[in-house]
């Protein structure tokens, strides 16, 4: 009895101090302020460290990390340290032993530290945690979740379980942080009706008012981003957070929101406006190529010419320094720019050659496209893309692929056609969509007409082609069975042999599938219709109805597009009008300062003009605001802006005088045609001289008419009571002679004189 109390004793002591040698070594890992020292004490007690002493060193080793800027992060030297793989070994061997929350957060930290994806350590504890996967908290489930994203297991099947889980506990689910962690992790597996249900929570749970929410929003876009949906309740709740959150907003996040918002087809004015005053003030602390890059995409398209010009000295002077990623972002922003920069572009195409073999597939198709949009005259590398683009094309499997670079490949100067590109576009034009089909006879077309085909029997091989083509293009239709994949395929097509071949045969397959056409897909079918100019009065009755049933659930802005379809193609249904009008005046706010502009022009194209929105615009405070936007806006949507309030002043004026708005356009009208008259249509050139002709001379007729309103008449001749031209010349009239054509400039001088008696305009 005494011997078994002594050894029980014994061994009580040799517990307590274990755990207190143990507790002791926890405490050193925990307090240990650099990597070395965590080093230095896995090195002396490899024997002494369990699971949780080894859990614990790579938290700290990447707590240690974190908190220094990315630049000066050390992770190379953590990672290929000695001490770090006897780290690894020992995780590896108790991986087991790990309770739940240590293996997701040992997980986390290795993958922080950029250890291999498939490292065996990263595998056994991504496999052990799929065994507790059931049993794991919400917060450790989120953080696996977004292990395994990293590691981009999209379609993986613990992923499948992981969005299994989710949709079994998301009525529980109250925090935003792991809402919006699990959402991005399991975007790939998710169902329709299970997305929507999580679209509903996040914009339940995300709060406008807490800033602390700033980081949640963005990845709620990458959501939105990675499941392709343009959500505008939950795009609309993150845009406000962020403009609440300004304190947080530096190069990096803007950049990055400015970026998911191209993608999802989202803009904001207030976020620009906002962007741009921030990025402007600090444009001298962008002085590494990573920020400088995403300053001259973010800043870039919106500066004014004094900051756009620093803009592109700066990045002319950064060429050598780029990574083959920033050339990409530096060239494709100079293509939204419209920038002629000739000494920048020079200066990027110099660099680029040591970049081509680092680029994949599809960048390089962007880098060609981009090339050509910018007018690059460099032959030489222009030449080096050609050989990378066929040697890719001759190992393409993928039909997507296959049409992309043969669609580039046309557009490369001087371009001699070998008879393996024809061979590969016949080879994999059963599986092309109507897109890809569109690329392909896009470049086809071009290399015909442009007689770039040289080997034996060249254009009977294309002719059979083309037939070939068009032939699977009207298979495809005639399978079509689902009008949202119909109008999903048909969203980036265009062009000539669209509207040649497959144009009416695509439009009587919507009426066939008519009965398909519901809220959520009225848009797209407007935006196709829109594209093809074809007014069809069973489609364009159906979208009215069904429009008119669901204004509640379509969004403001997609209604405007709507009427823009009928304004457009002429199409009066006035119950659908009068319906949409008076839904959007009670939804105004919904809308951006300019966006109200293009819907009041749409309206008053189509006739309407409502007195609450025609008062809101012609208003001195809505103008200034209007003004501040147009300021960020693309230059292309500048110009469609101040154009339509031209357009749309106009015709207040003449239409509606009782709202007593002033016409204020004489001097941006007078501004537009001067610049104009320098790029009068050769057509109309051609047809004014056959007007003289048959006139007897060109004193008898003229051409770009203006009315005091500035509407602008092709061809204008007086004719007497006889119906025989009279001369301006005897009715003093001044005519000015650019390049043979008589063009009337100044209407205050010449106005709507009055005719002689019985003539007629």
């Known amino acids: 009895m005494l011997c078994l109390r002594r050894v029980c004793l014994l061994t009580l002591r040799r517990c307590q101090a274990r755990t207190l040698c143990s507790d002791l070594l926890l405490s050193q890992i925990n307090s240990c302020t650099h990597e070395d020292e965590v080093f230095s004490l896995v090195a002396r007690n490899k024997a002494r460290l369990s699971e949780k002493h080894v859990g614990i060193a790579f938290n700290i080793l990447w707590q240690l990390q974190k908190k220094r800027p990315f630049l000066l992060r050390t992770t190379e030297y953590v990672k290929n340290h000695s001490q770090f793989l006897t780290l690894c070994v020992l995780a590896e061997n108790k991986v087991k032993d790990m309770e739940d929350e240590a293996i997701v957060d040992t997980l986390y930290s290795i993958l922080r530290l950029n250890v291999e994806d498939h490292d065996s350590l990263a595998e056994a504890l991504v496999t052990e945690a799929w065994k507790r996967l059931e049993r794991l908290s919400l917060p450790a489930l989120s953080k696996f979740t977004l292990c395994l994203y990293k590691q981009h297991r999209h379609f993986n099947p613990i992923i499948g379980q992981v969005a299994h889980i989710v949709d079994m506990k998301l009525d529980s689910i109250q925090d935003v942080r792991i809402l919006s962690v699990l959402m991005v992790g399991i975007s790939d597996v998710i169902s329709q009706s299970f997305r929507d249900r999580l679209l509903h929570k996040a914009e339940q749970l995300l709060e406008e008012e807490n800033e602390g929410h700033f980081n949640y929003a963005k990845r709620m876009l990458q959501f939105l981003q990675n499941i392709k949906l343009k959500y505008h309740p939950l795009l609309e709740k993150c845009n406000r957070i962020f403009l609440k959150s300004a304190s947080r907003l530096d ?130 590398l222009f030449s080096k893309l050609k050989i990378l683009l066929l040697g890719y094309l001759k190992s393409s499997v993928i039909p997507a692929d296959t049409a992309a670079i043969i669609r580039v490949l046309a557009m490369l100067p001087s371009f001699q056609v070998e008879e393996m590109i024809t061979n590969k576009a016949a080879a994999v034009l059963p599986q092309c969509s109507l897109h890809h089909l569109n690329c392909i ?222 016409w204020f356009h004489e001097q941006y009208c007078q501004r537009v045609f001067h610049n104009s008259m320098s790029r009068i249509n050769p057509l109309r050139q051609h047809v004014h001289r056959m007007l003289t002709e048959i006139l007897g001379g060109s004193q008898y007729s003229r051409i770009s008419v203006l009315t005091p309103y500035y509407y602008e008449i092709d061809f204008e001749c007086v004719l007497d009571e006889n119906k025989k031209p009279l001369s301006y010349m005897a009715q003093n009239i001044h005519l000015d002679d650019v390049g043979g054509i008589h063009l009337r400039h100044d209407i205050k001088d010449e106005g709507r004189k009055a005719l002689p008696p019985g003539a007629q305009r």
């Not at 379809?565 to 005046?585: P, R, V, W």
């Open 251 to 380: 190069i990096h996040s803007i950049s990055n929101i400015f970026g998911l918002y191209e993608q999802l087809g989202f803009d904001n004015a207030e976020f620009r406006l906002l962007a741009n005053q921030l990025l402007s003030e600090n444009i001298d602390d962008y002085y590494n190529p990573e920020t400088f890059a995403k300053l001259f995409f973010a800043l870039g398209p919106m500066a004014g010419s004094r900051v756009r010009e620093r803009l592109l000295v700066t990045a002319a002077h950064m060429a050598e320094e780029f990574s083959s990623h920033q050339v990409l972002v530096i060239l494709k922003t100079m293509k939204k720019m419209k920038c002629r920069n000739s000494h920048l572009l020079e200066k990027m195409a110099s660099v680029l050659p040591k970049h081509l073999d680092s680029y994949h597939v599809l960048q390089l198709v962007k880098l060609t496209q981009y090339l050509t949009g910018l007018r690059c005259r460099n032959l030489e």
């Open 441 to 662: 006879a896009t470049a086809l077309v071009k290399w015909n007409h442009h007689d770039q085909l040289h080997w034996q029997n060249s254009s009977e091989l294309c002719a059979k082609l083309l037939q070939k083509l068009n032939d699977c293009g009207f298979e495809r239709l005639q399978k079509t069975n689902s009008l949202n994949l119909l109008l999903e395929e048909l969203t980036h097509v265009n062009g000539q042999w669209f509207e040649e071949v497959l144009n009416e045969e695509t439009v009587a397959m919507c009426q066939r599938l008519i009965d398909q056409i519901t809220w959520t897909n009225v848009l797209p079918l407007s935006f196709f219709l829109k594209k093809t100019n074809h007014r069809c009065p069973a489609l364009f009755d159906r979208i009215a109805s069904v429009t008119v049933e669901n204004t509640d659930k379509i969004h403001p802005s997609e209604i405007y597009f709507i009427l823009f379809l009928f304004s457009a193609l002429n199409y009066d249904n006035e119950e659908f009008f009068k319906s949409c009008i008076q839904h959007l005046t009670s939804n105004l706010s919904y809308f951006e300062i300019y966006q109200l502009v293009l819907l009041g022009h749409v309206l008053a194209v189509a006739g309407y003009f409502p007195p609450i929105l025609i008062t809101t615009i012609f208003n001195v405070s809505f103008l200034s605001k209007l003004d501040a936007q147009l300021k960020v806006l693309p230059d292309t949507l500048k110009q469609r802006v101040c154009s339509r309030l031209m357009k749309l002043n106009r015709a207040v004026c003449l239409e509606c005088p009782e709202f007593h708005i002033p």
